[in-house]
């Protein structure tokens, strides 16, 4: 097996274990903590969770890539994105939750939620520029 292939398939567990805890997390949303979660909180949580799985599948998405860029590229792009997923989601999840955990005073959670939709941005946006250099090298080949 080649470092690519290798490659792909490291993106392709990663996807799969964002988006199975994406499922486990939304399913305990939805039945564990509804009826202990005020509707402003589980739209709280509910938005984390969508997130959540945005970038899980989208994780899923790059592997194909990895014939075509570079294996350092795809895991800074599939890093950034793990990492928007931790902060931008978890935050989101322990938000809606904070009351419940009795961690009410966790202050800093709130400005995690942007930081970590900071990572999806910088994830996406080096992919894309990622892209557009690999094309151009390609066509001057």
């Known amino acids: ?7 792909t398939y ?3 567990t990663q996807g799969a274990i964002l988006v199975s805890l994406a499922v486990i997390i939304g399913a305990f949303g939805a039945h564990g903590l509804k009826p202990h979660l005020t509707a402003y909180q589980l739209d709280i949580f509910e938005t984390g969770n969508r997130y959540h799985f945005y970038h899980g599948l989208g994780v899923l998405a790059l592997a194909p890539l990895a014939n075509y860029l570079s294996a350092n590229k795809l895991k ?6 793990i990492l928007g997923v931790l902060l931008f989601s978890g935050s989101l999840y322990l938000l809606a939750t904070r009351e419940l ?4 005073n966790w202050k ?3 400005p995690l939620t942007p930081i970590g ?7 996406w946006s080096y992919l894309g520029w990622t892209t557009l250099h690999a094309k151009k090298n390609h066509e001057q080949s």
């Not at 955990?101 to 009410?104: A, C, P, V």
């Not at 939709?117 to 994830?123: A, N």
């Open 1 to 7: 097996m080649n470092r690519l292939n290798q490659r």
């Open 10 to 12: 490291i993106i392709i």
């Open 76 to 81: 800074i792009t599939v890093t950034l994105l």
């Open 101 to 104: 955990l009795g961690i009410t």
């Open 108 to 110: 800093f959670l709130g």
């Open 117 to 123: 939709g900071v990572f999806f941005i910088i994830g």
